[in-house]
């Protein structure tokens, strides 16, 4: 159970502010669409591209082993935020 609160919040932290957010937000200014079906449809996209990350995960350590994948996402993560950083530098 603690994994699945530690990938709960991970997941709901990285989620905040990110560009699925500010973009269902815009669809949520749309005065003739439903917020209903705006939840609705944003739910299902972000369950939909979840599914295809885990399947994708778990098709890609039969090949390669999950402690590369997680330093190269960690080396990812650092790149982008070190390139966030110097870009609002600027």
């Known amino acids: 159970m603690r994994q699945l609160i530690v990938i709960f919040f991970t997941v709901f932290l990285a989620e905040i502010g990110d560009k699925t957010q500010l973009a ?4 949520a200014t749309d005065r003739s669409t439903g917020r209903l079906g705006i939840f609705i449809a944003a ?10 990350a885990v399947v994708a995960g778990e098709f890609i350590t039969r090949f390669i082993p999950a402690s590369t994948l997680k330093l190269a996402a960690g080396v990812g993560f650092i790149a982008v ?10």
């Open 24 to 27: 269902t937000m815009i669809f």
């Open 43 to 52: 739910s299902t996209a972000l369950a939909a591209s979840t599914l295809l």
């Open 81 to 90: 935020g070190l390139w966030t950083l110097v870009s609002a530098s600027r």
